[in-house]
């Protein structure tokens, strides 16, 4: 059975801490590994990764895939109360499988 | 148009009643996903479309659930008889990359009385 399993489940920080969100993954056929991030309603795109060790970098947020050990991390340096969201690990494999998520929540 | 977008935002029915729930996708989308999600949990995949044909709908939890694409644009998932445990919030993705990528409408919050 396809699993994808988010750590940790929420998180507490103050602003200008650095946080490291936890995904791991076992799934068939898998494609790619993409990150959201839910505010309100619709996730928004942050990175799709299909490459192992390949750091993708957004600003203060960056990504990275191992394809081997079968996980993705999610990195956010110097944390804003703006980054305050559920953040969102789904694999694509024709269909899509999502985590739970982590709701991060940055105090000022 | 710019992006997914979802009709209505907000549906509010009664146990038994039929509801429809319309995506309109980004233009030249050819792939389309239905996910619903409950209150703490993340998306939950019901069904997927390339073009106009159901590629998988392995997710769709019962056969009271059903959904369209016509002409490969606009879709719409159609709950029949629906139950209290239907409540959720119903989200609409485009695609069209090889990889993956989607882009996610606002939603439907579905709420069953």
């Known amino acids: 059975e396809d699993k994808v399993v988010q750590s940790p489940l929420s998180l507490v920080v103050h602003e200008g801490d650095t946080v490291t969100l936890n995904c791991s993954y076992e799934v068939t056929n898998f494609r790619s590994l993409l990150w959201y991030k839910q505010e309100k309603k619709a996730p928004t795109f942050l990175f799709m990764l299909t490459s192992s060790g390949i750091e993708k970098k957004s600003g203060r947020l960056s990504s990275i895939l191992d394809k081997k050990e079968l996980f993705s991390i999610l990195n956010i340096t110097a944390t804003q109360t703006g980054d305050s969201a559920v953040y969102l690990c789904?694999?694509?494999?024709?269909?899509?499988?999502f985590g739970a998520g982590t709701r991060l929540t940055v105090k000022p | 148009g710019a992006g997914v977008s979802q009709t209505p935002s907000n549906k509010v029915t009664e146990k038994g009643k039929y509801v429809e729930l319309r995506c309109d996708p980004i233009?030249?989308?050819?792939?389309l996903y239905w996910y619903r999600q409950s209150l703490g949990q993340g998306p939950e995949f019901l069904i997927y479309f390339q073009g106009t044909g159901a590629a998988d709908d392995s997710g769709l939890p019962n056969d009271r659930f059903f959904a369209v694409r016509p002409e490969g644009s606009v879709s719409t998932l159609k709950i029949q008889r629906t139950e209290r445990g239907d409540s959720a919030v119903y989200l609409c993705a485009s695609g069209g990359g090889p990889r993956g990528e989607q882009f996610f409408g606002p939603g439907t919050r579905l709420t069953v009385l």
């Open positions: 233009s030249g989308h050819t792939a």
């Open positions: 789904a694999v694509a494999k024709g269909d899509m499988r």
